[in-house]
T-cell receptor, first 114, second 118 residues
Framework: NAGVTQTPKFQVLKTGQSMTLQCAQDMNHEYMSWYRQDPGMGLRLIHYSVGAGITDQGEVPNGYNVSRSTTEDFPLRLLSAAPSQTSVYFCASSQTGTGKNIQYFGAGTRLSVL | GDSVTQMEGPVTLSEEAFLTINCTYTATGYPSLFWYVQYPGEGLQLLLK?????DKGSNKGFEATYRKETTSFHLEKGSVQVSDSAVYFC?????????????????FGKGTKLSVKP
């Protein structure tokens, strides 16, 4: 019962470096999303996807790219990291359709950009 | 746009005290409402939910009732335990669409940190 798996759990980057945060789910969920959590801000949506090949922007998409080539995986890419991207990142997934909008979250990736 | 407002924390209670965390929302249509809990160092877990007006969600002694007339979804527990110490998030979403659209995205409040002392 793996659910939503995020890797790595912790990462430190230097300004300008790139990296990919991985997210995989084994529940055959069509809907996947990425949030960032900052103190006093709650969780804010970065990007989301309603199925393979379909992605869209959330509230705070700048500086992040996503792709969805399979149902299982939804990686988040930082092309040129900035200190403002220091945060905790959560991936989530859910089914689609009426009454199926319970989102399941991964354990998070804590990212520091120096 | 849609939004969620929940009471500022932190909230500190003694064990067995009564808990209320207020949550109000602004939304078009008929959103589903959720309470998520985040224990230290972990991701978010669904605590309870309600999908229509007057529904009561309940789990682990926590309850919340979907009040459309007051646009509220307050979280309550009659007797808190030390193990309830966590951050609690109120959230809303629409139906996750079968193709495209943002209605299914969760909109979160800023979270309320609860500390329960023995």
């Amino acid at each position: 019962n793996a659910g939503v798996t995020q890797t790595p759990k912790f990462q430190v980057l230097k300004t300008g470096q790139s990296m990919t945060l991985q997210c995989a789910q084994d529940m055959n969920h069509e809907y996947m999303s990425w949030y960032r959590q900052d103190p006093g801000m709650g969780l804010r949506l970065i990007h989301y996807s309603v199925g393979a090949g379909i992605t869209d922007q959330g509230e705070v998409p700048n500086g992040y790219n996503v792709s969805r080539s399979t149902t299982e995986d939804f990686p988040l890419r930082l092309l040129s990291a900035a200190p403002s991207q220091t945060s905790v990142y959560f991936c989530a997934s859910s089914q689609t359709g009426t009454g199926k909008n319970i989102q399941y979250f991964g354990a998070g990736t804590r990212l520091s950009v120096l | 746009g849609d939004s969620v407002t929940q009471m500022e924390g932190p909230v500190t209670l003694s064990e067995e005290a009564f808990l209320t965390i207020n949550c109000t929302y602004t939304a078009t249509g008929y959103p589903s409402l959720f309470w998520y809990v985040q224990y230290p160092g972990e991701g978010l877990q669904l605590l309870l939910k309600a999908t229509k007006a007057d529904d009561k969600g309940s789990n682990k002694g926590f309850e919340a009732t979907y009040r459309k007339e007051t646009t509220s979804f307050h979280l309550e527990k009659g007797s808190v335990q030390v193990s309830d110490s966590a951050v609690y998030f109120c959230a809303l979403s629409g139906r996750v669409p079968l193709s495209g659209g943002s209605q299914g995205n969760l909109i979160f409040g800023k979270g309320t940190k609860l500390s329960v002392k023995p």
